[in-house]
């Protein structure tokens, strides 16, 4: 398996109902999550909440803009079922909310570790 590195944005305001607000002085996106079915939270063994966005990254060759990949919400089966959304009603829950392209990252160098404290062009050994 080869490793692939992807860069991209994610549209927050692409799921429904979402909206940038200002909330005490401070720029907020609110989302509601009965409006999306695709929003899992959940507490953990502590107390903390953990909010998750179900996704769906799929390959979009021959993209006009050299995007290599797209996003998308993803509602499963059991929240189809859950919320009662048709097959036909889901597009509307599962919007493009972002595209990714490929990278490459820069190869790391193999440097060997350089003793300071040793003058310039002194002998270290083989």
Do not use: W
Not at 66 to 72: A, L, M
Request: net charge negative; aromatic share 8%; charged share 20%.
């Amino acid at each position: 398996m080869t490793n692939t590195n992807l860069s991209g944005q994610i549209d927050l305001l692409a799921l429904a109902g979402a909206q940038h607000k200002s909330v005490e002085g401070q720029d907020c996106i609110i989302i509601p999550v009965g409006s999306n079915p695709s929003i899992f939270v959940t507490s953990t063994k502590n107390g903390a909440t953990k909010a998750y966005l179900d996704v769906v990254i799929r390959e979009s060759p021959n993209n006009q803009f050299g995007n290599t990949h797209f996003v998308k919400a993803n509602v499963g089966k059991s929240n189809r079922e859950k919320f009662g959304i048709s097959r036909e009603d889901l597009q509307k829950f599962t919007p493009i909310i972002g595209n990714l392209k490929t990278f490459e990252s820069a190869p790391k160098a193999t440097q060997q570790p350089v003793d300071d404290d040793l003058p310039e062009d002194t002998f270290q050994g083989f």
